[in-house]
């Protein structure tokens, strides 16, 4: 029998002993804001080049494809990166080029700007997400990796319902201020 509701089983470890860690809630972290950031800047990008800088739809539609081919297009090899310099530094690469993505928007509004945000925002996503759910999964048997790629889906759905929803407001204000708020 399993006990009161919400009492673990004896053999079993508690939700929270599962995420103490730390490299555990730098997993849940990373990969949380990277969701987050992509999220937020992809869902405002069609409306600010659309409706705040007059690109057509068809030039939108380019960015948001290139946007996703690099998003997951580096799946081919991003195995071989974590494996070569190792799932936290892979990490820390693509929190790098998060941020490169976001000065690349910063600094202009032209088809370039757009394309460069967008594509490196994708390669930048791909590397701290799958290197991060790599890191997780890395700390626990298969029974406890299971229940904590649960406790992570939570965070990072939440993270990008977050990204989703701060979106649509703030670049009713301004591309600029998507931006900042990615920072």
Not at 10 to 38: C, G, H, K, N
Not at 162 to 177: H, K, N, P, T
Request: charged share 10%; glycine share 8%; proline share 2%.
């Amino acid at each position: 029998l399993r006990g009161s509701v919400g009492e673990p089983l004896p053999d079993e470890i508690s939700t929270y002993e599962l995420i103490r860690p730390f490299r555990v809630r730098v997993a849940i972290w990373s990969a949380a804001t990277a969701m987050f950031t992509m999220i937020l800047i992809m869902s405002a990008t069609s409306l600010a080049m659309h409706n705040h800088f007059n690109f057509g739809l068809t030039t939108v539609s380019l960015v948001i494809q290139l946007h996703v081919s690099s998003m997951f297009i580096p799946c081919f090899f991003t195995a071989e990166i974590i494996e070569l310099m190792g799932k936290e530094l892979t990490i820390v690469v693509g929190s790098f080029l998060l941020g490169a993505s976001i000065l690349i928007g910063m600094l202009g509004t032209s088809l370039a700007h757009f394309l460069g945000c967008l594509t490196t925002l994708g390669v930048a996503w791909n590397f701290q997400f799958i290197a991060s759910t790599r890191l997780l999964v890395s700390e626990f048997d298969e029974k406890n990796a299971a229940r904590v790629e649960g406790v992570n889906e939570v965070f990072v759905q939440g993270a990008g319902a977050l990204g989703a929803l701060a979106s649509g407001y703030l670049v009713s204000i301004s591309w600029r201020m998507v931006l900042w708020f990615a920072v």
